[in-house]
């Protein structure tokens, strides 16, 4: 069983990326799933969750308004597409899959774990 998040990269302040997050080896059109990210000396952070049925979206705060998580069940992927990004986005993003329907903010609902991706904004 694999999650591999992808679509980083280094971009300027106000700039978009989009990034994926592609299940392997297992569905989880059941599972709700999120982001989360870590900063260089910080402790990881919940970025964004979502249900299994696209529904019960939640963001953190620092990313409401220019975040979108979404899902695509029949891909098995799930998506976030980050907008007017600022250097405080810097981070290695991770993609998580629930043990439950719905998504979480707490980490500790996760058991599965995708390899991060690096998102770096240059002020």
Do not use: H
């Not at 302040?13 to 999120?34: E, W, Y």
């Not at 290695?92 to 707490?106: D, K, L």
């Amino acid at each position: 069983v694999q999650l591999q998040a992808s679509g980083g990269g280094l971009v300027q302040t106000g700039d978009s990326l989009r990034l994926s997050c592609a299940a392997s080896g297992r569905m989880f059109r059941n599972n709700g799933m999120g982001w989360f990210r870590q900063a260089p000396g910080k402790e990881r952070e919940f970025v964004a969750t979502i249900a299994w049925n696209g529904g019960n979206i939640y963001y953190a705060d620092s990313v409401k308004g220019r975040f979108t998580i979404s899902r695509d069940n029949a891909k098995n992927t799930m998506y976030l597409q980050m907008n007017s990004l600022k250097p405080e986005d810097t981070a290695v993003y991770t993609c998580g899959a629930s043990r439950y329907a719905v998504g979480s903010s707490q980490a500790g609902s996760y058991n599965y774990w995708g390899q991060g991706t690096q998102v770096t904004v240059s002020s």
